[in-house]
């Protein structure tokens, strides 16, 4: 097969403690999943979960014991975090329902669903869609993949981010509006999950802008910690 141009090198996030690589197909992200969270931003309730996507070339990928870099992104003023749980698939499938969703997982990681939240907003306002708060070059910074049987009780797990040291967001992964599991199953009656996606399952309250120079640190429990400076 002969290309016109030459193809892109596939993106993968290591997994912990082997020299084995996850590859990554899509990226889907659960919006507004955190009570605390869906009120800071202006609503309310258990609303049915909605989806968007971000470029598998988003990834970030931060090694355990290492600081990762972003680039402030052109063209916003106000460039806020989200640390999220990140769920692995390794088998893919169509309505899958929520008491089978663990046999597709093949693990968790630490995620940051960096956004231009001026951008999204503005696009919110227009009624458009807001890929260009959300979508943008290197949004989607990674930790390495747990394999599923090391994570320990990943739905019960603190989940947080400190910026320079200070805390920005703390929470708990069992506040989640709709659960890991339930997420599966609403997700893949949408689109059939295929092995490598990731899941960005939702962030809690307390999300802010960093800016050049800041340092972020974000974990889940039994998961590690994701190291990042704004560059």
């Excluded at 909605?50 to 970030?60: C, G, H, T, Y």
């Excluded at 394999?147 to 992964?173: C, F, K, M, T």
């Excluded at 974000?218 to 560059?231: D, F, Q, S, Y």
């Amino acid at each position: 097969m002969r290309y016109i141009v030459n193809p892109p090198a596939p993106v993968s996030v290591p997994v912990l403690g082997t020299a084995d690589r996850f590859p990554v197909h899509r990226i889907y992200c659960v919006g507004r999943n955190y009570e605390e969270h869906a009120k800071e931003m202006g609503f309310t309730g258990r609303e049915p979960p909605f989806f968007f996507l971000k470029p598998a070339d988003a990834v970030v990928v931060v090694n355990a014991g290492e600081t990762g870099s972003m680039p402030y992104p052109s063209l916003t003023q106000n460039l806020h975090h989200e640390i999220e749980l990140v769920v692995a698939i390794g088998t893919g499938g169509k309505n899958i329902a929520a008491a089978d969703a663990h046999q597709h997982i093949y693990g968790y990681a630490v995620g940051l669903d960096m956004t231009r939240r001026d951008l999204q907003n503005d696009m919110k306002k227009q009624g458009r869609p807001w890929c260009i708060g959300k979508a943008f070059d290197q949004s989607a910074p990674i930790g390495p993949i747990t394999p599923a049987a090391l994570a320990g009780d990943v739905n019960n797990a603190e989940i947080y981010v400190q910026v320079n040291g200070a805390d920005r967001q703390r929470s708990h992964v069992s506040k989640l509006i709709w659960n890991v599991a339930e997420t599966i199953e609403h997700l893949s009656a949408a689109w059939e999950l295929l092995p490598g996606d990731l899941i960005y399952t939702g962030t809690p309250e307390g999300v802010a802008a960093v800016v050049r120079g800041d340092t972020l640190v974000g974990g889940v429990t039994g998961l590690g910690e994701l190291h990042l400076r704004i560059a």
